[in-house]
């Protein structure tokens, strides 16, 4: 009993805020009410947000893949210095929280960014050369910046299970290099290409933050028309949920099918290691210049976020950003200093960890029950526990927005409004999925025989739980700590939605502060963004860390 | 059970299990005295790990008796019935290393720090282990697993040591050696042990008794020797590797009739046991022998194994090998029956 507690979790904070929407899309007092969608289907600007969505996550996808795909041949092939460095480089935008991103960008190539400051002070001109700002471009190259990391490693990691023997025996038929890539390598690498552009598709589908953040009101994603229809018709922004988490569904779905069949097919394994050096100059350059895309692609808008909130523009180095952070500001869209929003958020950040822990064990332990006691559809709880994952951020925010409009609204949940807990809860949502998902198979890998020695040395329930269990799920339950606690700090979808003005998390005052057009401002934003950036960096590195220390299990 | 005997220091007494639908142990008996290690012996599946696992409080019997000392034991839980457990898979703390491996009932014990220090370097002593006490156990061998696992359970002194298969998954040449190893440290230590095994060799090599197992019941108790000697039973006679079981025609007195002649009996059994020990076997003629035709016949190093048809019954029998030519099958093989090897059986349980 005690361990349903997050069942009833899941449904009270994510199932019941979701039917809330489709009631809202499909009810108007008590009648079955179609108008909603009628709207969205009549007027051109939602066709165009449907239509701009599908287009800028298709391009973004493609764009991606053109650019992984011969940096995964480079990695998968070649050994060179400093390739764990890069690798690891490449890595760092997944788990960078939206805003960071879109603030690098803009720091690299927005109006107030250090390029057009960079070429105003060399040309000289008074006004910005590149119009990047608030164009599909930006939103592009952000979008790649993001995904890069995960096509490099799906698609090096499958090229990295195919025989060289395959492409060798094409060589010696006589295969030029273009038709090695077009007739051997493309082909054999299709399943791998299919599962990352699902994802990537997926990732930008539901891109919120950084469309938000970098476009305007012609670019545009449904996430974000949601978020500009809440104050004006909520019926319609319910119902333009509804059917982005739908067509969101289908992609999902779409997803596993593809990564499922395909992906797991036994591929030629190699029997020897396949990276080599390069052997001749065109392969040195071949690397140094994928090398030098992925340097560049992920280096340059950090190192101009870092640069540019210690400078004004082209000027000299000064810290005077982070020194504003302490103060408030007349007329600021914060209420508090930029300071007390670190202290918000690390404060959100680990009462999420703490609800995600608890919550992910009891999950894990009550899936392992049942399915000891071979109840029926041993998947469908885990299925049902992940859903929150593939669901939109924005959905979860909305879901809570219509619940607290919402006049039926039971009191009690109503009353989380104004509470301190309510960001924990939301963001505990997507948190503890990701806790269960690390502790659940440490928990199935302890074998019974271990309890029962336990029992037989002696050990009471109690004792076998701290000094057997604990110890043995420990690692899984550090991993999943830090992603809980990493998620909560960076997630902004959700938090936008029911944030209570005088409380803004850190990546909301970066919102905020960036919506302005004041440089002050703008340098504010950007050195709250590498400290928000700081942390996440300092807690993913205390899991590499952690990873080669210890015995036992969870690699990651 | 006559009520003048003191009560023995552990007894099982009617032990009921079931698994779901399935009957584990239907009325096991089973009782040891202090130092005296005791072997279940029998197929796999014949319920002795589930016995063993009902002692130890890891299974709950659906009726029985346990007592330890005189102390009901159903009621205790597990962690405090004072009974070690060596599991076949070691089972060992893959978050500890050896010596702390080794420590933990200690520690569950609240011993003092320097006690729990001090029996835990005896115990790694005596498994001949004191050089491995940092070492993950991970990067142990099978064999030294085991020793690290007997090692533990020693080390609490638990009033009774229960060890299931402990060498089933080691290779053949570390389990001779272990086996005797494992007999002298539990005699030293002065305790009373129960030693699941399948294996007749290993139950040979350890036990002061062996108790048979057969579907959920144990068939037959005794010494070693005695239990070769004097199987009661076709199954328990089959399980020592007899096959001379003739069944009896008719009985007059006590004489009883079979296909292979008329023996002295005791008792009214349905079956009787030509033990294999008690064929003497000959290629030549002789006074009183049966002649047989030889079906076939496997050279065993020390002697060839025979399997004749004496008047229509098949008798598996010995000719030793030093003093003869390799009987052939078809060749005509004479037998004579020694009277003392003739072993009445009753119906398996």
């Known amino acids: 009993m005690f361990l349903r507690v997050p069942l009833f979790y899941w449904v009270v904070f ?65 050994d060179f210095r400093g390739k764990t460095v890069l690798l690891a480089l490449a890595t760092l935008p997944f788990v960078l929280p939206t805003v960071v991103v879109a603030a690098a960008f803009k720091a690299l190539l927005g109006d107030l960014g250090l390029v057009n400051r960079w070429l105003m002070h060399v040309l000289p001109l008074t006004e910005h050369p590149l119009p990047f700002e608030r164009s599909l471009a930006l939103i592009l190259v952000t979008h790649v910046f993001y995904n890069y990391a995960i096509a490099l490693h799906i698609l090096s990691g499958y090229w990295r299970t195919q025989s060289m023997r395959v492409e060798e025996a094409a060589r010696s038929l006589g295969c030029s290099p273009w038709r090695l890539w077009l007739q051997v390598r493309l082909p ?99 690397l140094r210049t994928h090398v030098a895309i992925a340097t560049v692609l992920v280096g340059a808008p950090l190192l101009a976020l870092g640069w540019r909130s210690l400078s004004h523009a082209a000027g000299p180095l000064t810290p005077e950003h982070y020194i504003n952070l302490t103060q408030i500001h007349q007329g600021s869209l914060l209420f508090v200093s930029p300071l007390t929003t670190i202290a918000n958020s690390l404060r959100f950040a680990l009462i999420t960890t703490c609800f995600a822990v608890i919550l992910g064990t009891m999950a894990a332990y009550w899936l392992a029950q049942r399915r000891k006691k071979r109840r029926r559809f041993p998947h469908l709880q885990h299925a049902l526990f992940m859903m929150p994952l593939t669901t939109s951020a924005v959905t979860l925010g909305f879901g809570f927005t219509v619940v607290f409009a919402s006049a039926s609204t039971p009191e009690w949940f109503r009353a989380l409004r104004g509470s301190v807990i309510l960001i924990p809860i939301l963001h505990t949502l997507v948190a503890f999925p990701f806790v269960l998902r690390c502790v659940y198979p440490a928990l199935k890998a302890i074998a019974p025989s271990l309890r029962e020695a336990a029992a037989t040395l ?24 830090i992603f809980a606690f990493v998620l909560s700090l960076g997630e902004f979808g959700a938090s936008i939605f029911v944030i209570r003005p005088q409380q803004p998390t850190l990546p909301i005052a970066i919102f905020r502060l ?3 057009p004041q440089p002050a401002n703008f340098g504010m934003a950007l050195a709250l963004s590498v400290i928000l950036l700081a942390i996440c960096a300092a807690a993913f590195a205390s899991l590499n860390l952690l990873r080669n220390s210890a015995p036992g299990e969870i690699r990651w | 059970m006559n009520a003048q005997l003191p009560a023995p220091f552990f007894q099982a007494s009617g032990i009921v299990l079931h698994y779901g639908e399935t009957v584990a142990l239907q009325g096991s008996e089973c009782s040891l005295e202090r130092g005296q290690i005791l072997c279940l012996l029998g197929p796999s599946g014949c319920g002795k790990t589930s016995l063993l696992r009902v002692i130890a409080g890891l299974e709950r019997p659906a009726a029985g008796q346990l007592t330890l000392q005189g102390q009901n034991l159903l009621p205790v839980p597990t ?51 004191s050089a491995f006490a940092k070492r993950d156990v991970a990067h142990l ?167 004749s048809v004496h008047h229509d019954t098949v008798v598996k029998h010995a000719l030793a090998a030093h003093h003869t030519r390799a009987p052939q099958v078809g060749e005509t093989v004479y037998i004579r029956i020694d009277p003392a090897c003739v072993i009445p059986l009753a119906d398996d349980g």
Not at chain 1, 243 to 268: I, K
Not at chain 2, 149 to 163: D, F, G, N, T, V
Not at chain 2, 208 to 225: H, R
């Open chain 1, 188 to 286: 054999l690498l299709r399943p791998a290409l299919f599962s990352a552009a699902a994802l990537i598709f997926v990732f930008c589908f539901t891109s919120f933050g950084v469309v938000l953040l970098l476009g305007d009101v012609q670019h545009a994603t449904l996430e974000v028309a949601i978020y500009r229809q809440v104050n004006i018709d909520l019926p319609t922004a319910a119902a333009l949920s509804l059917t982005q988490s739908g067509l969101l569904f289908l992609l999902v779905w779409l997803h596993s099918r593809w990564s499922q069949a395909d992906l797991h097919t036994p591929a030629l394994q190699s029997s020897t290691s396949r990276t080599r050096p390069p052997q001749n100059t065109l392969e040195k350059i071949w």
């Open chain 2, 141 to 307: 061998s099978g064999g030294e697993k085991q020793r690290v696992a007997l090692a533990r359970s020693l080390a609490p002194q638990p009033k009774l040591l229960l060890l299931d298969e402990p060498l089933g998954s080691l290779d053949a040449n570390t389990r001779e050696q272990l086996v005797v190893e494992i007999r002298h440290l539990i005699h030293a230590a002065g305790l009373a042990a129960i030693y699941v095994t399948h294996d007749r060799g290993e139950a040979f090599a350890i036990a002061d008794q062996i108790a048979v197992m057969n579907a959920g019941k144990i068939l037959q108790t005794d010494e070693p020797a005695r239990l070769y000697r004097a199987p009661r039973s076709p199954f328990v006679a089959r399980f020592f590797g007899q096959e001379n079981i003739l069944a009896v025609l008719t009985q007059e007195g006590d004489r009883a009739r079979t296909e292979l002649g008329t023996f002295k009996v005791r008792g009214q059994p349905n079956h009787l046991l030509i033990h294999t020990d008690g064929v003497e076997t000959s290629l030549i003629p002789s006074n009183r022998a049966i002649a047989g035709l030889i079906r076939s016949s496997t050279y065993r190093g020390n002697h060839y194994e025979l399997r």
């Open chain 1, 458 to 481: 002696g050990a009471a329930p109690a004792q076998r739980w701290f000094r057997l269990e604990l110890p043995l799920l420990s690692h899984g339950l550090f991993i999943g700590a």
């Open chain 1, 14 to 78: 994510f199932l019941y805020p979701l039917l809330a929407i489709v009631g809202l899309s499909f009810l108007s007092e008590g009648q079955l009410d179609f108008t909603a969608f009628q709207r969205i289907i009549s007027r051109a600007y939602y066709r165009e947000r449907l239509l701009f969505t599908f287009g800028q996550a298709a391009l973004s996808t493609l764009l991606t893949l053109l650019l992984a795909l011969p940096a995964a041949q480079v990695m998968a092939t070649y």
């Open chain 2, 79 to 129: 962690h405090q019935r004072g009974i070690g457990l060596m599991f076949q898979d070691f089972a060992l703390f893959p978050h500890l290393n050896v010596a702390e491996n080794v420590r933990f009932g200690l520690k569950m014990a609240d011993l003092t720090r320097r006690e729990q220090e001090k029996r835990t370097a005896e115990a790694l002593t005596q498994v001949g282990m």
């Open chain 1, 514 to 516: 960036l919506s302005q």
